[in-house]
């Protein structure tokens, strides 16, 4: 057998060296690839979450709304509500959506006792803020979303609302308070011309708070039971049920004669029996059921 010499037994163990420190070099490299991409991606995932829902705050302004539920109880204000006794069963589902002001407290047999999210219009923005320690520290870890048209919700300082908002978001740190974008505002006009053929606003119509509701549930949820939402066609039929606008309140408004002036007035008033259409066809493509009174589209 030969034997190496000195020399090249020394290359030998130097070429070895440089190859360890070559396989090194990759392996660190491609640990620090892995970790950028990493954090690239999950950065890439918040930016483009659901970013229609900017939280309010003083800190930072592009803060998005990251939420995602398997199944949502959509909960209406309706009156149809009143004596359902399904508070047990919308306490049992991951997210609770409510709307506006309404109340749990006393109501708790029918509509639940839970809330994950509660959608607010404008108008209905101060009536929270008039009970400003119930909402936003009792309630603190519900989140808010409040939407209106630009004139009330805009973000130099003339907005109105959204400067309302912005105290309470200071006032109160710990809230989860957010703003639907102006983008998306007119993403669901779009939505309702594309549905009805009608531009909302030259039609003289107002979306409900009930409608950025069902969009918001259409973002978060996977499947969704909506309980007191009466189908477009019930107002109509002879043998309907009499109930109030709203299941609170003490508010003995009816609820079909409010959804018919509303649909038939010229200006400024809500759609509530088309957009009633329109739940109907996203029902058909979407896992949503409807619940007291139940139908299926």
Request: proline share 2%.
């Amino acid at each position: 057998m030969g034997y190496l010499s000195h020399g090249t037994l020394k290359c030998l163990m130097r070429t070895q060296y440089f190859r360890w420190l070559s396989l090194l070099s990759l392996s660190l490299t491609l640990f620090w690839i892995g970790h950028v991409v990493k954090r690239d991606i999950h950065a890439a995932v918040h930016i483009t979450g659901l970013k229609d829902y900017v939280r309010i705050t003083d800190v930072r302004m592009d803060q998005f709304l990251d939420m995602h539920c398997n199944q949502c109880a959509l909960v209406s204000s309706s009156g149809q509500m009143l004596g359902a006794d399904v508070g047990e069963e919308i306490d049992k589902s991951q997210c609770v959506i409510r709307m506006n002001n309404a109340p749990t407290s006393g109501y708790e047999k029918d509509v639940g006792s839970r809330t994950t999210v509660r959608v607010v219009s404008h108008t209905s923005a101060p009536l929270l803020i008039k009970n400003e320690h119930y909402f936003f520290t009792q309630s603190r870890n519900t989140t808010y979303v409040f939407w209106g048209p630009e004139r009330n919700m805009r973000q130099d300082g003339k907005g109105r609302i959204f400067n309302a908002l912005l105290k309470m978001a200071k006032k109160y740190p710990d809230a989860n308070i957010y703003s639907v974008t102006r983008e998306k505002i007119q993403y669901c006009d779009n939505i309702f011309q594309n549905e009805t053929g009608k531009n909302r606003m030259k039609t003289g119509a107002f979306l409900s708070t009930g409608f950025f509701t069902m969009i918001l549930a259409l973002d978060v949820c996977d499947s969704i039971h909506v309980y007191g939402m009466i189908d477009n066609n019930y107002c109509s039929r002879a043998n309907h049920s009499v109930v109030p606008y709203h299941y609170y309140g003490g508010n003995r408004v009816n609820e079909c004669r409010m959804y018919i002036v509303h649909e038939n007035t010229k200006r400024g008033g809500h759609r509530f029996i088309t957009e009633k259409a329109i739940y109907a066809k996203w029902a058909t493509r979407h896992k949503m059921e409807f619940k007291h009174p139940s139908w299926r589209p």
